[in-house]
């Protein structure tokens, strides 16, 4: 359970900037001038007036008058208490360092005048080592006055050797360190560095922004996918925001809307057991246990969201960290106390995150994640169909991955498998070398559609080429979806391409339809421009949840090609046990089978893996491999009915990453950590399975029905074996029950998308279009609090029809 006092709720109330406590000037929303713009462009201009144009320090993450607000602030014992903390943090026998230790040496030395702090990062090694890693110029900028004109020219010497073309930073976004160096235009370097802050100030702090702040209309989520949400993305523009803004004294903060949508993506993403913090993993998450997959903890970025949980009275945010606090290694204790002393308004008051709504709609990156309630123990499914980030304009940090869903309840059941990352292949050694996507295990297992509870089509591959029609790395296996789209494909898609729509604005995915009910919840998907030109006409899903434990799920797919047929995929960490016969496919059923070595293809020395499951109903039980868990996944399929079925399972050792017949696998030394806590939370799936279901005759249309409920024993398939179909030219109507509740579900299979849900006597159509608010919830006791608590409105966001529901 959650362990937030239901006394948070009753305590007074103060909104942003009417805090006791004294602030600093960047908390404050009015303390800055209006951007100027020309044509509705943000204007590069260093004011005559401004700290940059008067060379002024400090003026990055503070400016000067705020350290005597620091001095005056640290009289509140809650602040001193996180100002001790500090200290402990800068231990003057450990060398200063500017990823981990950001500026608290160097604001520790402004505040306390104890020279220790100074000669620490004097004699770190760090000292002359300029780092866009934002601790480096924000300590540099606290320093300048306590620095000798020779070491000013050093560092600005060595700052200008370093974002030149060749340079070591010159393809890192550097406004924020090139500008704690310019010096009014009177410093050695000023020319060169005045020209590359124009280049970071439209690339950076305008066009990283913009492109950031359209991710934000959708709550959150960045061109970088979800498991680098907290990183490069979001403090790199911020940093720029908050340096630019105390620099020239014009309201950049007020424009990084991306920035205050950070809570509610972290918090919802959170699988229902938090010790440890762990998210579900969509997307690249590098371990969906680490400090920078379930906060922002990424090169001291924790302590910027202090800033906006004050200027938006976020107090999600505050719970958030409070509840990240409480797990702190010992070696790594008040990690956040930075963010606290600089900028947390100690009166403001975290919301309870269980009083919050259960389910929550992510449109851009076309995530919805749903629970049956907030405890340990609760269901929690989450389903995608969205937009891919495009971050190197190719497939990037991406997985192929819309249409997909994830099941979990007491531990994962339904799975997104594969590993993403390059810290997955090396901690769990498999076989073959390079970086992130190059990775074989990675680049044709763990990004690819195969890998993910999604729709392949058909067997082929898809190979992109350059602008020269050369072969690139991008290719598509075994039928799946394509991240980059080919240039080709715009036109006879009916868009008008070219580059700058497909980087800016285009989903490949879409939710087109989306309900939150206190009874269901309800996401319509379409994919078609997520796989290659020429594979489907159709295909979306729709995936709706009958709380607390069951979900149904119906594809409707219109191929091109009938030869080239569907196959509908799920993953689990066990193996998956068929309700009918079970039977080894011989080699002849199977096919070639090949192993990567970590070198090339070769005959696969254990060959098998495939097996035929019969029945319309299979079993996966939660835990891992060699430890089963408490709960069951039962998954029943309705359509194609059994006899027109051809199921069949591929996994365990030596077939878990198979592609293609071929396996991209990993040592033995792997294998052995395939219950180990590293493979498990962020369900790699070593050992793992994954069931596929096709038609066995070739159609242009296919369907897919499932009907699937999770339970605390294998009996949970006997309620799935009472659910009944009937199916008319134009309807599938499909009656199950739930407990107690009985259900009537009719879904169209012609025309527009849709149908409808009884629930008892209760009939409601299914929506046809996105139903972005919480108003069916308008009988719930805390609704009120939701659109009228102002810590809440990050999350909610409350329309004048919300409030009017709640009267």
Known sequence: MFCFSAVALCLPLLASGASALEELLVTKPDAFRPITVADGRPQFVIPPESRLARNEHPRFLLVKEDLETLRRRLADPRVATEFEALKRQCDPAKPWASEFGGCKHALLWKLTGDRKYLDAIRNSPEFRRPTWVFGWPATMDLLWEDLTPDERKELSDLVAQSVVRDGSLYWRPTLHLVSVFYEGGTGPNDAAFLVRMKHDFDQTLVGWTDKLNKWAAGRGGSDMGHGYNGEHAYWEPFAAAICWAHATGEDYLGRADFARYQSPFYWYHLVPKLEPLCVEKIGVTRCADDAGAVSEGHSGANHLLFLTFTRENDGLGLAWMDKFRTQEPPWNRDREALGRVLWWDPD???????????????????????????????????????????????????????????????????????????????????????????????????????????????????????????????????????????????????????????????????????????????????????????????????????????????????????????????????????????RALTPEEIGLQFLWDGKEKTPHPQPGGHFAMGGDTFLVQSGSPGKPGEDWLAARTLLPADADAERKKVGGKGHDFEVAGVQYGLSDEGYGMADGAYAVNSTIGVLGWRVELRHKQPSKVVEFLHVLQVGADPGVASALGKATLTSSADTHTLRLAQGARSYAITLRRTGARGGSIQVGQVEMALPEAVEDHWRYYRDDPNYRTWVTDPRYQVVIEPTEADRKAAE
Request: with cysteine; charged share 20%.
């Open 348 to 582: 403001q008051q975290p919301l309870d995150p269980t009083t919050l709504p259960l389910t929550r709609l992510f449109p851009t990156s076309g995530h919805v994640v749903m629970r049956s309630d907030w405890t340990e123990d609760a269901t929690f499914a989450t389903f995608r169909c969205g937009r891919f980030g495009e971050i190197d304009g190719t497939w990037g940090r991406n997985n192929a991955d819309n249409l997909s869903f994830t099941i979990r309840k007491r531990g994962p059941l339904a799975i997104d498998s594969g590993p993403v990352h390059g810290q997955n292949t090396q901690v769990l050694k498999f076989l073959g070398e390079g970086s992130d996507a190059g990775v074989p295990a990675i680049g044709n297992y763990g990004r690819q559609t195969i890998a993910h509870n999604s729709i392949t089509i058909g067997e082929g591959e898809y190979q992109h080429r350059d602008w020269q029609g050369k072969p690139t790395y991008n290719i598509v296996r075994r039928g799946g979806q394509s991240v980059p789209p080919a240039t080709d494909w715009w036109r006879k898609w009916g868009f008008p391409g070219p580059q700058e729509f497909v980087q800016h604005d285009f989903r490949q995915g879409r939710i087109v339809a989306y309900r939150t009910h206190p009874l269901y919840d309800y996401a319509l998907g379409d994919a078609r421009f997520s796989y290659p030109l020429g594979g489907m006409e159709e295909i979306t899903r729709q995936f709706l949840y009958l709380k607390p434990d069951a979900f149904v799920i119906y594809d409707r797919v219109v191929v091109v090609d009938p030869a080239q047929q569907p196959c509908w995929l799920l993953h689990s960490l066990r193996e998956p046990k068929a309700s009918g016969a079970e």
